[in-house]
């Protein structure tokens, strides 16, 4: 089946506006993870979706950014006033609940000029 | 101090050698340990996972933890130029969802 979708592959922005990455995980992942890999750096947590429950945000590193998850599929993740400090890979990835195995999409490289 | 730790290299090994990868992690109550592979501007892919102590073998890979030393490594047996990559190492606590990944090993196969 389909793998893990994320779109845009790439997005250039300008300081100060808003961008919305998209995120469709593999049918029937009930666990999906969003993460921030910087240059030469690791993956950062930013939030996880499991089902219906309440989303662990610990990890997002300002009010500026956000996520939702709709009918426990799709997720989009929000960054608001964007700054040059944001750009980076964006990484979703997904799993069936209770399996630590994570599937990673290609990414959204953004560029905040 | 960092949650997993690995060294940045780069580790440059001839073809046909043995590439060993380490990794620490600083909680002892880590019970998941993962090593994926991450090619220049690609995804990281899962290859190994291992949760209990001593050695585990997928082909030409091996994946060792002692949790006593807090230390998981990786061994690539007759590495080949293919295995040139990035190579992460994950844990997870067990007690949430969180999974912390190292900065990452770089790795070059010379032919």
């Known amino acids: 089946g389909a793998g893990v979708s994320q779109s845009p592959s790439n997005k250039v922005t300008e300081k100060g506006k808003d961008v919305e990455l998209r995120c469709d995980p593999i049918?029937?992942?009930?666990?999906l993870y969003w993460y921030r890999q910087s240059l030469g750096q690791g993956l950062e947590f930013l939030i996880y979706?499991?089902?219906?429950?309440?989303?662990?945000k610990s990890g997002l590193p300002s009010d500026r950014f956000s996520a939702e998850r709709t009918g426990g599929s799709v997720s989009t993740l929000t960054i608001q006033r964007t700054q040059q400090e944001d750009s980076a890979v964006y990484l979703c990835?997904?799993?069936?609940?209770?399996?630590?195995?994570?599937?990673f999409g290609a990414g959204t490289r953004l560029s905040v000029l | 101090q960092k949650e997993v730790e690995q060294n940045s290299g780069p580790l440059s090994v001839p073809e046909g050698a043995i590439a060993s990868l380490n990794c620490t992690y600083s909680?002892?109550?880590?019970?998941?340990f993962f090593w994926y592979r991450q090619y220049s501007g690609k995804s990281p892919e899962l290859i190994m996972s291992?949760?209990?102590?001593g050695d585990k073998e997928d082909g030409r890979f091996t994946a060792q933890l002692n949790k006593a030393s807090q230390y998981v490594s990786l061994l690539i047996r007759d590495s080949q130029p293919s295995d040139s990559a990035t190579y992460l190492c994950?844990?997870?606590?067990?007690?949430?969802?969180?999974?912390?990944f190292g900065t990452g090993t770089s790795l070059t196969v010379i032919p």
């Open positions: 990835a997904s799993s069936f609940f209770g399996e630590n195995i994570q599937y």
């Open positions: 049918s029937g992942h009930t666990a």
């Open positions: 979706f499991q089902g219906n429950s309440a989303p662990d």
């Open positions: 909680d002892r109550v880590s019970q998941s």
């Open positions: 291992i949760y209990s102590n």
């Open positions: 994950a844990v997870n606590k067990g007690t949430g969802n969180q999974f912390y």
